[in-house]
Nanobody, 124 residues
Framework: QVQLVESGGGLVQAGGSLTLSCVTSGRTISGYIMAWFRQAPGKEREFLSVIRWNDGGTYYKDSVKGRFTISRDNAKNTVYLQMNSLKPEDTAVYYC?????????????????WGQGTQVTVSS
């Protein structure tokens, strides 16, 4: 099994930056893909970005491409989401998710493992 723990959320002013972390444990994740999602109040869970652990291949939702960057650190077993130029509409609970490698999946129901989420609030 894989356990995921998100951290790094908080309160940020519009235009600011924040980096979220997702620490993995339980087993090797070299054969997995890791993704970030978010869910705002009253909204469906939304795909943001995904990374293949083995080769670092990435895919981004068009609306965040250029502002958000996903990356991984093998030594720390951690995936990051660097978020720049934050907007109030970025306010949401951000989740890390994982599944066995099967391409760069974008739907929540394609992922097997989920962290508990970390709240990001962007003020005007």
């Amino acid at each position: 099994q894989v356990q995921l723990v998100e951290s790094g959320g908080g309160l940020v002013q519009a235009g600011g930056s924040l980096t979220l972390s997702c620490v993995t444990s339980g087993r090797t994740i070299s054969g997995y893909i890791m993704a970030w999602f978010r869910q705002a109040p009253g909204k469906e869970r939304e795909f943001l970005s995904v990374i293949r652990w083995n080769d670092g291949g990435t895919y981004y939702k068009d609306s965040v491409k250029g502002r958000f960057t996903i990356s991984r650190d093998n030594a720390k077993n951690t995936v990051y989401l660097q978020m720049n130029s934050l907007k109030p509409e970025d306010t949401a609970v951000y989740y890390c998710a994982a599944r066995v490698f099967a391409g760069l999946a974008r739907a929540p129901d394609e992922y097997s493992y989920w962290g508990q989420g970390t709240q990001v609030t962007v003020s005007s």
